[in-house]
Structure formats: structure tokens, C-alpha cells
């Protein structure tokens, strides 16, 4: 077996990981980053929006500051994020922005004079500052109080990620590409780096590391819809989980989008409905006003998504052999508005569904779209549970999302918290000697190698069959509306599936080189566990809050559920092992209304005088 | 709708001795809106597990799926089997390595080639987090993004003339990204280090001209363009010792970059 030795070894080489390796290896520390598929082709590099940070250049981000900032996304939160963190992201993304600028990343600029912008598809004039001429423009996005959103044109993720990935090639940061991490090396106690599966050849590779990250991204793959890139299926969580003592925070925070397209689960931009189009059902029926009189299409995107989903069940959806769907309707904005102002939504339709939405209507269900809960971190990125592991970015719950993300601050967090995190990595190490224990490496590999060995004899499902029954159970039981008797079902239809997962069989009897089923036999298991994960904190969970919808609980319930969930499994469980912590250690802005989104709210007590803090002299404290 | 679809895909696996290169056979009845994304995971699962073959974002975004569809570099995940004849016939991407099937090592390709041409930002300067930033014109910003956005697909270089007779030959999309960086401000380097990179046949002087890197781009960007822009640059620096400043000037028509 080939063993690799670095200081740092990032499981993942996307935004969030590129970042903290460029952070270590500049402070001179030997860096590995571990990717399934070449660094620039990460899933990173298809978030188009933006970042947020508060630059304030545009005119219509004027006046804007962290602190709005970290108001805007404790709201979006639903109040379930840790405000320490969050204030920690405010502050530090301006920062952030500009420092990928001095990289490389070619931001769009402000342009001064009067220019024509759409908001609710009617076009109003702003006068850009001659003053802040050349420096970075903002844009708008959902849930913001100021245009914050930095932007590429529609490509900001990959203009960022090739930014970083350049930079890596600089300070010859190593990249083991087409690497699978299956399981991390530990004694209970301490992390040691990764036992991963070579997908060229199929063979095992240890990889010793003093500190290991974790940045491997969401896990959209659970369900049959998503937007997420088929290696988004959540292998950090699962090998963090596989250790019995990590544990996974708000897994059961799981955002959907309301127009992703079918049959390929591509999103199109919720500016669709910004501009006027409409929802229809299999009659051609325009249906959302019935359930949301005021709003309608325009309503927050997970009541949207939950309406969509109702509509279907009632049996107005259109039939496809992909499932039901519904349908978007633009063509009444017009050709020139669709080639130009929607001109993204225009090329998708054409290259991907072979409608032109011109004349035609787009195929849209609710997609899974974002997964705000992973792996536990402190406010240093440091993993709950075992010394040396860190994690960052969508794999992460940091804890900056709470129980729903804001459009732009994903984006924003993987440079964020890679800068964050990666000098906490770099002062860990500082301070830091490892005793590398040989007996958890042989330990790690063995248990790698049972699990491929058993695959061999394996005489039950391939692994495709079992992989669909979860992400169908996942679609039905734990989507979008959730209640406990649903609920109830998909815990025992997962622990069902998990059950079988133990005499699964490989169809293609398991090829040299090669392998695409191995790779996805190896992964079945852990997926179930993060699904049931997610189904039993749902479960548990009796309130609604942000993206978690119970019907049955529709209030959100600050006197008993204003706490993250932590998921752990012991070996052997079928169940994983729940408790609860604050989700907040002082609140900046103290529980209240969103100000949309509509709801209840049960009030909690009051929160004691020394627990609420204004955003400044936090700071200030912080920084004595 | 009701077509049924023969693929005949090549097959090969390296990694095994017994392994012969051959075009395999499977058929797949036609659905609303398939795309070869949808195919080729539905033969994967459902006939031939052993089929090995790329996809990542599947939406035309992150480059992994460059395949020769019918004899043409494209990406396969934004290829409609409605735009395809019946019989579809799939091989891999030529030039880079075979690991399997249809799948190609575009990642060890494309990280070389990034190393040889240095493709980043070249400053003295320092970052400093309590400064605004440097300020940007939008129209250069704009300028650098349109040539910022090649995915590293790897159909330009498969498509190549050059690239298929000489190993290292840097291709279209690499010229491209040095164009991206030659138009940068924030690149301090000169247009003599650039004929350091790419002033031989290995760089713009390997091209052919056939102009079959700009036909296969899936992201039309202007390759040949580009390869003209950097061509005409580097020659007037191999020249310019015998060019008076006045004429070299009116030719370059680009920053220049020896000051």
C-alpha cells in the first residue's frame, strides 16, 4: 500500500477546500488535497449568483455594513445559526472579496452614471457614485436588505474556484485527483489523515496528515431531485460519522428550490418568477394564488416549493417517465426579455430539456438544493470529537445557515471560513505533534478492506437499487412537508434499506482499474446512514423552523426547539444517537419575527441580560 | 418519442491485461427530453455496470463529460438524442489518457500544462486586508471573464491537429488562458516572458490553423482569436530589436506590457 505523509490533507479540493490549503501551504506547511474528480471541476464551480459581502459600492448596497449583514442572516437562520459565527462571516467576507480580487478573480465593477434595473419585473433607474468607479459592484439577492451579492458576470463560481486553483499551482500545492476518501484514521481520540480508494486503479492509499479537513461539500445525492453534481453524496459526512464519535449537526436542514427542471434537476433562476412567470398544473391551471392569495409564485422559497409539492399530491401534476412535475411559464415576458434578461434560463431550456421557453412551457419540481446541516465544527473549524479533524464549507455546519441559507452566503462562506479555518489549521499545528499510532492506520485499512471483500461475495441488491429505494423514501417521506407519520415511515423504510445494504451485490462482479460501481457500493451504506440521520432528527424535531416544515408542528418553537441537533452513531446502531446543544452562545439579535415567510411563533423565555450583546462591543470584547 | 437508440460504445479497459479494445452494442428506448447524461447512466445501471464514462455538474458547467458523440469532441451532458440520428456512436476523448472506456485523464493533462505556462497571477505586491481594492475597469473585467470562462473540457485539444501528432503541444485552451492573463493588469509579467512560454512549436508557432479548436468549444469561446492576439505579440517581441517603437506600437494593438 502507498502511504502519503503531508501536514494538511483537505478532503475535497472545491472552494472551501482549495482555500484553506492556499492558507497553510503560504504559511509553508505541506499540503494534500484529496478529489474525487479534477479540482476545476468540482461542484464549486457551478454556483453562479454571488457572493455577499458587505462592500456597500453599489448605490443600492449604500450604507450597508457587516452588521446588517449578520442581521440579514441570523433572519434567514430562522434564528437556528450560532451568531458568533455568523458575526465572525460578516465581518471578515469584505475582506474576503477583496483579497480573491488581489488573486485574480475578475469581479464585475461599478460603472458610474444612471442604469436601468428590473425589480419585480418592472424597471426602475439608479445612479451609480462616480466615486467608487472601478471597484467591486454588487447585485441583488433574496433576503437582503442592500444589493450585497458580489458577482462574474453568471459564472462566479468558477471564476473563483480558478482563481484559487491557480493559486494552489503556485505555491505547489499537491492535488490527488480521481481519490476517494472511505475511511479516516483515528484512535477515538485523535484524527490521522484517510484511508482513500485510488478510482484509476482501484487500489488503497493511506494518507497520513496532522491535520485532516473536511470539505467535500453537500449531500443533494440522497435525494432523487437535486441540483447538486452527482459527487455530492456526502462522503465527508459519512467517513466523519463512521468514526462513532464526530457528530453531524442540524442534518435534518435540508433546503429545497422550487424550479428545478426536469428530467436533470438543472435549476432556473428564481428570477423567472421575479419577472412575472407563473406556475401551472397539468390543466395549464394557474394554481398558487388559490394557496397564497397575496404572493402567489412570489412567496419565500420554501412555501413555494411546499405548495408545489401539496398541488402534486392532490394529483395535478403532470406525468412523466421521470415523475410528476409541474409547469413554468414565461413566454409571456417575451422573446427579447428571455434572450436577454433571462438569457441563462433560455440557454438551459434549449441545450438541456429541448424546449424553447419562447413558445414553450419548462418542466420545474421543488429540488433539493442545499444541505445545511454536516459535520459539527467549533468557531475555529475544529471538529467536534477528535483532535486534528477540521471542516469547512457545505460539508461543514459551522454554523452560519442555521435552518435556512440565504441565496449568496453560501458562496461567500467557502472563502470565509477557508480563511477562517485555515489559520486556525495553521496556528493548530504551530502548537501541535502528532504520535502517528500504526495500529489505527492497520485498523482504517482493514476495515476498508472487509467491506470491499463482502461486496465480492455479496448475493443481494446492486447497489442502483438500493440507492434509488433511499433517495425515493427521502423524496416521499422526508421532502419538503414532513410530518411524524411520514416521517415514521421513512425511518423504517431506510432501516429497511440499511439492513440490505449488508449482502449487496456488485452486478459487474468488481473489474480492475477502473471500478464506477465499486465506488458507488462503497458509498451506499454510509448514504443510508446520513438519510436516516436526517429522517430521525426530522422526526424528533416537533417544531417548524426555516426549511424544516412540519404540518404537523407548523409553529416554530423557540421555547423548546431554539437548539441545534447533534447526530452521532454508535457502531452497530440502526438509529443514530440524538442530543441537543444552544444553538447560540449570545444573541446579537434576540429570537423575533422574520419579517416574511408568515408562521407562528411559540416565544421562548426570556434571554438573560448577560446573553445579549450589541454587535460592536461584542467585537471589541472579542478582540481584548 | 418511441425511437429506439443503438449506442455502439468503445470499450477498453486499460488495467486489464485481457482487455481488447472493441465497440460494444447496446440499444435504449427513447424518452422525452434524454439527454446522453440520462443514457448513459441508464445502460450503466440497468445493462452493463461495468461501463465506465464521466459526468460531474451534468449541466454543461463543469467540463467532465467531453466525449467524441458521432465523431465530434462534445460535452455529452447538454447532447439531446433528439439532435442524434438513431444509431449513436460514443469513443473517447483522443490525446489525453485512456483510464477506461470513455473516460479520460483531462485532470493530470490539464494540472501539467497549468504548471508549464504558469498560469497564474505574476505580482510583487502583497495583499493587504485594510485597503480597498485595486480598481478595475468593468469592461476589462468583463474582457478577462469571457476568456476566463474555458472549462478545461478538453474537446479543443482533442479536436487538434497539432495536438494529436506532438505531446507538448500546449493547445488552444492553454494559449487562451495565457491571453486572459497577458489582458490582466494585476499580471506583472512582459511580453518577453511570454515568449519565454509560448514562442515556439510547442506554444503559437505549433498551430496549424486548422480552426478545429474554435468549431468543437462548447463554450464558443473565441480560441482562434486568441491564438492571433498572442502570436502576433510574441513575434513582434522576437523582432523588436529590429522594429522602430513607433511601427511596433501601431502593430500590437494590445496593453503593452514591457514597461
Redesign the interface.
Known sequence: MRIHYCDVLSVGAGLAGERVAVEAAQAGYNVICLSI???????S??AQGGMQAALGNSIMGDGDSPEIHFNDTVKGSDWGCDQEVARIFAEQAP?A???M????V??????PGEHTYYKGGKPFQATEKKEN?????SRAFGGTAKWRTCY??D?TG??VL?TLD??M??LGVQ?H??MQAEALIHDGERCMGVIARNL???ELEAYIANATLIATGGFGRLYRATTN???CDGGGQIIAQDTGVVPLGNMEAVQFHPTGT???D?LVTEGCRGDGGTLLDVNEYRFMPDYEPEKAELASRDVVSRRMTEHMRKGFGVK???GDHLWLDIRHLGEKHITTNLREVYD?CR?????NPIHQLI?VRPTQHYSMGGVRVNKDGHAYGLKGLFAAGEAACWDMHGFNRLGGNSLAETVVAGRVVGKKVVEFLQGDSMTFKADAMQDALKGVEQRIESLKKGTGD?C?TLRNEMQDAMMEYVGIFRNGKDLQKGVDTLQEILERTKNMR???KG???????MAMALRVPGMVRLALTIAYGALKRTESRGAHAREDYPERNDRDWLKRTLATWKPGDTLPTLSYEEATPFFILPPGDRGYGGGKIIDGPDIPAEKLVPFAEKKEAQGA | MGRTLTFEIFRYNPADPDSKPHMQTYTLEETPSMTLFIALNKIREEQDPTLQFDFCCRAGICGSCGMVINGRPCLACHTQTADLPDKITLHPLPVFKLLGDLSVDTGTWFRGVGKKIESWIHTKKQFDENAPEERMDNELANQIFELDRCVECGCCVAACGTARMRDDFIGATSINRLARFYIDPRDERKSSDYYELIGDDSGVFGCMGLLACDNVCPKQIPLQDQLGVMRRMVTLESVKAIIPDFIRNKLVGCPDKND
Open positions: 474528480v479534477p479540482p476545476r471541476r468540482s461542484h464551480s457551478a475582506i472579496m477583496r483579497e480580487a488581489f488573486m485574480g475578475p469581479w464585475n465593477r461599478v460603472v468607479e472601478g471597484l467591486i459592484h462574474t458576470s459564472g468558477h471564476a480558478f491557480n493559486r499551482l503556485q492535488v485527483d480521481r484509476r486503479t482501484g453534481a452527482v459527487i426536469v428530467p436533470t438543472i412523466s417517465p421521470y438551459i441545450h438541456f430539456l429541448g424546449v418542466p446492486d442502483y456488485l452486478a459487474g473489474q480492475r482499474g477502473q471500478d464506477a460501481e
